[in-house]
């Protein structure tokens, strides 16, 4: 059965920080590339940030600079550190694990944690 468990939203003044966390289990973590997707009331779940298998980074340019994704190392777990944070950072995070094959695609999703930012 495969999980993904994500921590540390909450409630931050603007320009804080928050470090969320997503840990995997059930899958060959080494072979998925990580995404941290977020969505805001209203609106569309999009992407935020990334790291890939082989631990290169990709970000939104809304993030670009304030945050940054890492892990995806043995312990099967994933961060996206976020600093700065404004109130348009607001939206509920998800963590994806995402592979593809010739054949077929993996997609798996964790339940999400709330980020407000707001003072």
């Known amino acids: 059965q495969v999980q993904l468990v994500e921590s540390g939203g909450g409630l931050v003044q603007p320009g804080g920080s928050l470090r969320l966390s997503c840990a995997a289990s059930g899958i060959s973590f080494s072979i998925y590339d990580m995404n941290w997707y977020h969505q805001a009331p209203g609106k569309q779940r999009e992407l935020v940030a990334g790291i890939t298998s082989g631990g290169h980074t990709n970000y939104a340019d809304s993030v670009e600079g304030r945050f940054t994704s890492s892990g995806h190392n043995a312990k099967n777990t994933v961060y996206l550190q976020m600093n700065s944070l404004k109130p348009e950072d607001t939206a509920v995070y998800y963590c994806?694990?995402?592979?593809?094959?010739?054949?077929?695609?993996?997609?798996?999703w964790g339940q999400g944690t709330q980020v407000t930012v707001s003072s």
């Open positions: 994806n694990a995402h592979y593809s094959s010739f054949k077929r695609e993996y997609d798996y």
